[in-house]
T-cell receptor, first 113, second 112 residues
Framework: EAGVAQSPRYKIIEKRQSVAFWCNPI?????LYWYQQILGQGPKLLIQ????????DSQLPKDRFSAERLKGVDSTLKIQPAKLEDSAVYLC???????????FGPGTRLLVL | GQQLNQSPQSMFIQEGEDVSMNCTSS?????WLWYKQEPGEGPVLLIA?????ELTSNGRLTAQFGITRKDSFLNISASIPSDVGIYFC????????????FGAGTQVVVTP
């Protein structure tokens, strides 16, 4: 069974530029999560989708971050404009249901200069 | 910010030694999870605990769900070089709808 796929694996941009990340969850998983992991910290949930609807986006900085999962399968996370403090690993995870085991992708490492 | 306090922050041990780490919280959790993250990868689930007092093993790993439901610990016995990585605890509350709260991680370094 294929795991959670993410791309790109690495991205370097300058502050004020835009960037987008893509995630393809495990087939059949209805719940998809985006996490931000700053160096030296554990992952922090940014947004949770159930199919194509948002369950929780309370920690998403909505002035610059946006995410969508239009067809209830893959998802994109966008940052516009990026700030230096957005440098982090962005992890995507998926699960069969909201209380089920979450499986993580390899992450996208973002460096904002 | 993080609601889970994980300790120690890092451990440097010799191959063959046992490792212990723990996680405490001011909140009650109904699920405790332990993940391992290796460089350049996402976290991988090691052990899941669903009941207070539960003791679960996975090979050389043993984890327990504290009776108060506010803590958990993970033991690694007879460490080997491939145990190197960052170990995270994570918890779920009944009404969290899958929103995991993570500790800050324990970095384990194993020397031959």
């Amino acid at each position: 069974e294929a795991g959670v796929a993410q791309s790109p694996r690495y991205k370097i941009i300058e502050k004020r530029q835009s960037v987008a990340f893509w995630c393809n969850p495990i087939s059949g998983h209805a719940t998809l999560y985006w996490y931000q992991q700053i160096l030296g910290q554990g992952p922090k949930l940014l947004i949770q989708f159930q199919n194509n609807g948002v369950v929780d986006d309370s920690q998403l900085p909505k002035d610059r971050f946006s995410a969508e999962r239009l067809k209830g399968v893959d998802s994109t996370l966008k940052i516009q404009p990026a700030k230096l403090e957005d440098s982090a690993v962005y992890l995507c995870a998926s699960s069969f249901g909201s209380q089920e085991t979450q499986y993580f992708g390899p992450g996208t490492r973002l460096l904002v200069l | 910010g993080q609601q889970l306090n994980q300790s120690p922050q890092s451990m440097f041990i010799q191959e063959g030694e046992d490792v212990s780490m723990n996680c405490t919280s001011s909140s009650i959790f109904n699920t405790w999870l332990w993940y391992k993250q290796e460089p350049g990868e996402g976290p991988v689930l090691l052990i899941a605990l669903y009941k207070a007092g539960e003791l679960t093993s996975n090979g050389r790993l043993t984890a327990q769900f504290g009776i108060t439901r506010k803590d958990s610990f993970l033991n690694i016995s007879a460490s080997i070089p491939s145990d190197v990585g960052i170990y995270f605890c994570a918890g779920l509350t009944t009404d969290s709808w899958g929103k995991l709260q993570f500790g800050a991680g324990t970095q384990v370094v194993v020397t031959p």
